[in-house]
C-alpha cells in the first residue's frame, strides 16, 4: 500500500513544484504545508483516494496558475494534461474552460496534436467534466466566457461532442443578455464551424435567433473582426437574416479601415453566400481591397472574388488587379475554380478573363487528379463561357477558336470524368457535358455513352428540376441530339407538374435556343409544351415508350439495351455515326491545322531567334569597333597630356633660365653701379679733407655726417640732409652737386657703439641656421632701430648674395653717404 501511495504522490509532486523554502516548512505532522498547494494533494485517506477539497475558491486560482504555467514549458500538451488528471476533481468550469482552450490553441501551432489530442483519454475525462459542470452551474459572470472558450476550443479541435454543444447552446440562450459581441461571435463561428446546423437544429435555430437580437442590440461599437465573425456563421449555418445583414452593412462601414484581410473577405463571402447585395458597402470593400490586394492569401483572393461575382458586382480595378495577382499565386483547384468562375459570371468576355484561363488552364493539368467534381464542372463551365463563340452556347452556326491549352484540358479531363462520372452531381454532370457543347468539341463515343446512361439511370430517381438542367445540357450539346428529343418528350408529359422556377428556367432555355428576347414574364405552358413535342418529333414511339418516369421503380433501361429493329432507328444510328465521322474529320482537320500553325510558329520564332542572333553579333563587332576607337582616342589623349606636361617643363625651363639671366644682369648692373659709387666716393673722401666751407666747430664733416646717418638710419626712413651752399657747389663742380649735407641732428657719440651693433649683426647674418629660421630676410632683432637689412633687389638670396650684399652696403657707406644703399627712399642706386 505504501508503495502505491508513493507512485500516486511522486507524478503530483513533480507537477506541483513546491519551492525549497516552502517545502521545509513541512517538518514533523505536516502543520508546515505549503501555504500555494491545495491541501486535496496532499490529504488522502487510507485507500489512497483523494480527500475533500479544503478551501476550494482558493485552490481553483492556483490551478489555472499551474495550466497557464504548463502551456509555457516544453512538452505544454503532455504537461496540461497531466494537470488535467491530477487536478480533475477539484475544477471548477473556469479551470476546465481554461485547459480545453490552452489545448486548443497549442494544437494549432503544433502538427498532428488534434488527432491525439482526440483520441486522448484525459480529454474525454475533460468533456465528460465540463457536461458535468454545465449542470450545475449557477449564475456566473464568467459564464458566457466559458461557453465562448469551450464551443471555440470543440470547433478548433473538430471535436462534435454533442452532449456538451447542446448543453453549452442551451446555457447561451439562458444567458444571452449576458454576451458581449466577440463572445457571441466566437460561439456561434463555433457551431457553424461543427456543421451542427442540420445535425442540431432544435438547439441551433433557437441559438441563432436569440443572438440576432442580441448582435442588433450590441452593435454599435462591436467592431469589424466580431460582425464579419457573425456574418460569416449566419451564412454557413444558413441562418441569415436580411434584417441583420442591412445592419451589419450599415456599421461596418464605419470601422473598414480597421479590418484585415481575411475579415474582408470573409464578410463578402458571407454576403455572396446569403445573396444580399448592398452596392455601396461593395464598392467601398472593393476600393479598400484595391489597395491591399498584395496583403491578400490565395484563399482569401478567391473568397472575396466569388462573393461579389454571387451578387453581380462588378467592379473593374477589382477585376483587373484580382486576375492579375491570381496569375503569380500558388493556386489549389478550389482556388482556379472559384476564380475563374467568378470571372466568367462577370465578364466572360474581358481581356483580363481570358489571359488568366490561358494562364491557370495549363497549371491544372498537373493536379487534375486532386480535383473534385464539382471543381472541375465549374472550371470547364467558365472556360467554355470565356471562349465560346456566343454568349450563352446554345446556336451553332460559328465555330469557336480555342487555343491548343483548351483544347488539351479538355482532352485530359475526358477519362478522368468517364471514371468518376457517379460522383458528379446532377449540376455538376450538366455543366460538364454543355461545356463541351459551348466549345463544339466532339464527346468520345465511349464518353457519349456514358452520359446517356448515366442521364437515363437518375432521371428514375431524379426531381424535376435535375430533368430541366439536364434538358437544358442537351440541348447545348448537338452530340446528344437524341437524347434531347427523349428529354423534350419526357418533359412534354410532365410539364403540368413543374414549379413555377423549373417553368421560368425552361422558358428562358426555349428564348435563348429560338434567339428571341426573354420577357420576365408568366411562362405559357401550352407554348412549352408545343414546343418540347416538336424536339421530340425525332424519336420513334418505341423509344417514348421506354422513357422511365417520375416516382416510379422501373428496370433499368439503357441505352445499349433499347432494339433497333426499325428502318428509323436504324437511319438515326447511321446518322450519328457519320456525324461522329464528321466530327471528328474536322476535328482531325482543326488538329493539323493548329499542329502547322505551331509549326510555322516555331519557324518563325527560330527565324527571329536568328535575326536576334545576327543583330547581337553585328552590336558585338560594332563594339569591338567603339572599344577599340575609344582605346585609340585614349592613346591620343594620354600623348596629348604628355606633351602639354612637356611643353610646361620646357616653359618652367626657359622661365628659369630667363630669370637667371635677369639676375645676372641685375647683379651686372649692380656691380657697376657698385663701381662707380666707389669711385664716387674715393672723390669724396679725397675732398672731405678739407674743412667745409661754413661749417661750426661742432659739427661733422660731410664724410663723418654721412657715416654717421648711413649707420645710424633705418632703410625706410628717409634722412635729414642740409643742402650745401654755393661755395661748395663751386668748389666740386657738377659732380656733387647731388651730395647733400647731412643734419646736424645726427649723434656722432653713438658712432662707435653703432659700428659695434652693426659688427655682431653682420655676425648673425653671417650665420646659416639664423638665416634658415629667418626664410631669406635678416633682421638683427626688435630693440636694434639702427640697422636692418632687406634683400636689395636683383640680388640671389643666397650666402654669396648675402656677402655681395654687404660688401656692397659698406662700399656704399663710404662712398659718402649718398643714400643709395636704400635709405634715401629707393634711387635705385644699389
Known amino acids: 500500500k505504501s508503495l502505491c501511495r508513493f507512485k500516486v504522490i511522486l507524478p503530483r509532486l513533480q507537477c506541483c513544484r513546491v519551492p525549497e523554502n516552502e517545502a521545509m516548512k513541512g517538518r514533523g505532522k505536516g502543520r508546515g504545508r505549503a501555504k500555494s498547494e491545495p491541501k486535496a494533494l496532499v490529504e488522502g485517506d487510507g485507500g489512497g483516494t483523494r480527500g475533500n477539497l479544503v478551501g476550494k475558491r482558493t485552490s481553483c486560482p492556483w490551478i489555472n496558475s499551474q495550466i497557464i504555467q504548463a502551456s509555457k514549458e516544453d512538452n505544454a500538451i503532455q504537461r496540461i494534461l497531466g494537470v488535467v488528471e491530477m487536478c480533475i476533481n477539484d475544477m471548477n468550469l473556469v479551470n476546465l474552460s481554461t485547459s480545453l482552450h490552452r489545448l486548443a490553441k497549442l494544437s494549432v501551432v503544433t502538427p498532428h496534436s488534434d488527432r491525439m489530442l482526440r483520441q486522448s483519454p484525459v480529454m474525454k475525462l475533460l468533456l465528460a467534466s465540463i457536461a458535468t459542470a454545465f449542470c450545475a452551474v449557477e449564475e456566473d459572470p464568467s459564464l458566457p466566457q466559458s461557453l465562448s472558450n469551450i464551443t471555440w476550443s470543440l470547433a478548433t479541435l473538430r471535436i462534435v461532442d454533442y452532449k456538451v454543444l447542446e448543453m453549452a447552446g442551451t446555457l447561451a440562450i439562458a444567458n444571452m443578455k449576458d454576451f458581449k459581441a466577440f463572445e457571441l461571435a466566437s460561439l456561434l463561428w463555433s457551431f457553424a464551424k461543427l456543421g451542427c446546423a442540420d445535425t442540431m437544429t432544435p438547439v441551433v435555430s433557437p441559438l441563432f435567433r436569440a443572438a440576432t437580437g442580441r448582435l442588433m442590440a450590441c452593435m454599435n461599437g462591436a467592431g469589424f473582426r466580431s460582425l464579419a465573425t457573425a456574418a460569416w456563421a449566419f451564412a454557413t449555418a444558413r441562418q441569415a437574416s436580411q434584417r441583420l445583414f442591412r445592419a451589419i452593412a450599415k456599421e461596418v462601414q464605419t470601422c473598414l479601415p480597421s479590418a484585415n484581410s481575411q475579415e474582408l473577405a470573409n464578410i463578402v463571402w458571407a454576403y455572396g453566400t446569403v445573396g444580399h447585395r448592398d452596392d455601396q458597402l461593395f464598392r467601398i470593400i472593393a476600393e479598400e481591397c484595391v489597395r491591399r490586394l498584395d496583403e491578400f492569401k490565395t484563399q482569401e483572393l478567391s473568397n472575396t472574388f466569388w462573393g ?34 467568378a470571372a466568367a459570371r462577370l465578364h466572360r468576355k474581358h481581356p483580363a478573363a481570358r489571359q488568366a484561363a490561358l494562364h491557370m488552364v495549363p497549371a491544372c493539368l498537373g493536379f487534375l487528379t486532386s480535383f473534385k467534381p464539382q471543381e472541375v464542372a465549374s472550371t470547364a463551365h467558365a472556360v467554355a463561357k470565356i471562349f465560346s463563340a456566343e454568349a450563352d452556347g446554345f446556336e451553332f452556326h460559328t465555330q469557336p477558336t480555342i487555343p491548343l491549352q483548351i483544347s488539351m484540358f479538355f482532352s485530359a479531363i475526358t477519362p478522368w470524368c468517364q471514371e468518376n462520372i457517379q460522383l458528379f452531381s446532377d449540376q455538376s454532370l450538366a455543366n460538364v457535358v454543355s461545356s463541351f457543347g459551348m466549345l463544339r468539341i466532339n464527346l468520345h463515343p465511349s464518353f457519349l455513352a456514358s452520359v446517356e446512361r448515366q442521364v437515363l439511370e437518375r432521371l428514375k430517381t431524379s426531381d424535376h428540376a435535375a430533368l430541366v438542367v439536364f434538358f437544358r445540357a442537351t440541348i447545348q450539346c448537338p452530340q446528344l441530339a437524341r437524347l434531347e428529343g427523349q428529354l423534350a418528350w419526357t418533359v412534354a408529359q410532365e410539364l403540368l407538374n413543374f414549379k413555377s422556377k423549373e417553368l421560368r428556367s425552361l422558358a428562358f432555355t426555349r428564348s435563348v435556343k429560338l434567339g428571341i428576347v426573354h420577357r420576365e414574364v408568366e411562362p405559357n405552358i401550352e407554348e412549352l409544351h408545343r414546343w418540347c413535342m416538336e424536339l421530340a418529333q425525332g424519336v420513334p414511339q418505341d423509344r417514348r415508350q421506354e422513357q422511365p418516369q417520375y416516382q416510379q421503380d422501373k428496370m433499368n433501361v439503357g441505352y445499349e439495351s433499347i432494339p433497333l429493329g426499325s428502318m428509323d432507328t436504324h437511319l438515326d444510328q447511321r446518322r450519328q455515326d457519320l456525324l461522329w465521322q464528321l466530327q471528328a474529320t474536322q476535328a482531325a482537320a ?21 535575326h536576334a542572333a545576327q543583330a547581337a553579333a553585328q552590336a558585338a563587332q560594332a563594339a569591338q569597333v567603339a572599344q577599340a576607337q575609344a582605346a585609340q582616342a585614349a592613346q591620343a589623349l594620354q600623348a596629348a597630356q604628355q606633351a602639354q606636361q612637356a611643353a610646361q617643363v620646357a616653359e618652367a625651363q626657359r622661365a628659369a633660365q630667363a630669370a637667371q639671366a635677369a639676375q645676372a644682369a641685375q647683379v651686372a648692373q649692380a656691380a657697376q653701379a657698385a663701381g662707380v659709387w666707389m669711385a664716387l666716393g674715393e672723390a669724396w673722401n679725397q675732398a672731405s679733407a678739407a674743412p667745409w666751407p661754413g661749417t661750426k666747430p661742432w659739427q661733422p664733416s660731410p ?41 646736424p641732428s645726427a649723434e656722432v657719440n653713438v658712432l662707435t657703439s653703432r659700428e659695434a651693433r652693426r659688427s655682431k649683426a653682420l655676425e648673425r647674418a653671417s650665420d646659416p641656421s639664423i638665416w634658415a629660421q629667418m626664410g631669406g630676410s635678416l633682421d638683427f632683432g626688435e630693440d636694434d632701430d639702427l640697422f636692418s637689412f632687406q634683400w636689395p633687389e636683383g640680388v640671389p638670396r643666397t650666402e654669396s648674395g648675402l656677402a655681395a650684399s654687404m660688401d656692397f652696403r659698406s662700399v656704399s657707406r663710404s662712398c659718402g653717404g649718398c643714400g643709395g644703399c636704400g635709405g634715401c627712399g629707393g634711387c635705385g642706386g644699389c
Open 703 to 743: 664724410s663723418q655726417a654721412c657715416a654717421q646717418a648711413a649707420g645710424s638710419v633705418a632703410p625706410h626712413q628717409a634722412p635729414i640732409w642740409k643742402a650745401p651752399d654755393a661755395a661748395a657747389r663751386a668748389e666740386f663742380g657738377a659732380a656733387s652737386s647731388t651730395i647733400p649735407e647731412p643734419s
Open 590 to 610: 482543326s488538329q493539323a491545322q493548329a499542329t502547322h500553325a505551331a509549326q510555322a510558329a516555331q519557324a518563325a520564332q527560330a527565324a527571329q531567334a536568328a
Open 308 to 341: 461579389f461575382a454571387s451578387n453581380d458586382f462588378h467592379h473593374e480595378a477589382f477585376y483587373q488587379k484580382a486576375l492579375l495577382i491570381a496569375q503569380g499565386m500558388q493556386l489549389q483547384p478550389q482556388h482556379v475554380a472559384n476564380i475563374l468562375w
